[in-house]
């Protein structure tokens, strides 16, 4: 079956754009994550949908950074006035909810950010 | 938050011998300690999981052992191969927080065949 997909793989922005990540969860997960890894760092939390609303958006760096998953699938990220210091590699993530049990978490292949 | 710490940062190893990776976690409620190889380009791929109820976990070449009291896990690899060589990361998630997952800074495994 089809894993998660991201779209763009590659993006180059100018500082001060507005850029959209998306991602296509498994079919069929609920829940859907941000991740943030920076070059040579493990990826970070940043944002976890559990169907169309936002569980926990606590690691999401500040206003700029926003996300939405509307119909409880697809899920943009979006940054606005990008800076150099948002340049990373974004990863999505999905998974099944289980109540009972802790989720194993699916990646995608990420999107590479460069704010030049 | 939780807090976990990984090493070494980088790994060398020949061909046909093993390799250990190690985590340590801070909070005790943590229950679920996945292990994630990623490839140049590419994004994590699952390896192998234990949750705390289990002390060790094995499939096929690739184990992982939990010590719950001393709050650390670690990932065995026996018979390496060239192509296991890639970033390996830890993570461990905490129950009732969101699920979310947090990483170590991950171990770059080269294998020299």
């Known amino acids: 079956g089809a894993g998660v997909s991201q779209t763009p793989s590659n993006k180059v922005t100018e500082k001060g754009k507005y850029v959209e990540l998306r991602c296509d969860p498994i079919s069929g997960h609920t829940a859907l994550y941000w991740y943030r890894q920076s070059l040579g760092q493990g990826p970070e939390f940043l944002i976890y949908f559990q169907g169309t609303g936002a569980a926990d958006d606590s690691g999401l760096p500040n206003d700029r950074f926003f996300a939405v998953r509307p119909e409880g699938s697809v899920s943009t990220l979006k940054i606005q006035r990008t800076e150099r210091g948002d340049s990373a590699v974004y990863l999505c993530?999905?998974?099944?909810?289980?109540?009972?049990?802790?989720?194993?978490?699916?990646f995608g292949p990420g999107t590479r950010l460069t704010v030049l | 938050g939780e807090n976990v710490e990984q090493h070494p940062s980088t790994l060398s190893v020949q061909e046909g011998d093993s390799a250990v990776i190690k985590c340590t976690y801070s909070?005790?409620?943590?229950?679920?300690f996945p292990w994630y190889k990623q490839e140049l380009g590419k994004g994590p791929q699952l390896i192998i999981d234990?949750?705390?109820?289990?002390g060790e976990k094995k499939d096929q070449r690739i184990a992982v052992t939990l010590n719950k009291t001393a709050k650390h896990f670690s990932l065995h690899i026996t018979e390496t191969q060239p192509e296991d060589s890639a970033v390996y990361f830890c993570a461990a998630t905490v129950p009732n927080t969101g699920n979310q997952f947090y990483f170590g800074t991950g171990t770059s495994l080269t294998v020299i065949p």
């Open positions: 234990i949750r705390s109820n289990v």
């Open positions: 993530a999905s998974s099944l909810f289980q109540r009972t049990s802790t989720d194993t978490q699916y």
């Open positions: 909070d005790s409620a943590s229950n679920y």
